[in-house]
């Protein structure tokens, strides 16, 4: 059974965009865009909330001494674009398990997430039959990390690959260099952007029946229709 997750986010636009990566990721996902109507909410105990301080009634502080309130082992992270360091520091007093400052990627908030709630959890040892993906006749794995062209393995590097399931998760979003080096290559990777250019040359290469658009100056985008 999938993890429920409570965004709490007045803006809109990052309210959707945080939520649809959340989805992709496989959660269910319930977002406000107030702290009331999350108030009302408190009873419900998802396994995670996602908290923004600033609100345009109360401040996430009020929600989150709720949710301590109602369940004081339930998770949150905490999302704040004013004082980074004392907001993080009340959050923490105040029990929040995690701390993110605007602007940040959205998938930097998944990778949190993920982490935080296999700390918590553990992993999901129910096993299920994976669906391999079947984009424009390629058969692909994530699990066994293969891909399958006409009953052919096409063989790639790991960082191939991870970039490969990249681009698919955010297919026909466009993403700039940084957030693909982050994701893929982790923010502690300190050498050249050239490298994603380099990787993604060779992916054209063997996913030839893949559209990888360039954004001169920005990134890529995959294409599926």
Do not use: C
């Amino acid at each position: 059974m999938p993890k429920k997750i409570y965004l709490v986010e007045d803006e809109k636009s990052l309210n959707i965009l945080l939520e649809k990566y959340l989805q992709r990721e496989g959660y269910e996902v319930t977002t406000f865009s107030d702290g009331e109507s999350a108030l009302e909410r408190i009873k419900d105990m998802p396994d995670l909330w996602i908290l923004d301080i600033m609100l345009p009634d109360i401040d996430g502080y009020d929600i989150i001494k709720a949710v301590k309130h109602n369940n004081k082992s339930t998770p949150v992270i905490f999302m704040s674009a004013r004082n980074e360091e004392l907001d993080r520091v009340v959050g923490l007093e105040l029990g929040s398990d995690d701390y993110l400052s605007k602007p940040f990627l959205p998938r930097e908030l998944v990778i949190r997430t993920n982490k935080l709630l296999e700390r918590i959890y553990g992993k999901d040892d129910k096993i299920t039959e994976e669906a391999v993906l079947d984009i424009n006749g390629y058969k692909i794995s994530k699990s066994q990390r293969t891909v399958f062209l006409d009953n052919m393995e096409i063989q790639f590097t790991n960082k191939e690959f991870e970039l490969l399931n990249y681009l698919i998760d955010n297919r026909n979003n466009l993403l700039s260099r940084e957030q693909i080096l982050i994701s893929v290559w982790g923010d502690d990777y300190f050498g050249s952007d050239r490298v994603v250019d380099d990787t993604i040359r060779r992916l054209r290469k063997k996913v030839s029946e893949l559209t990888i658009e360039t954004v001169y100056g920005y990134g890529y985008k995959m294409v599926i229709k």
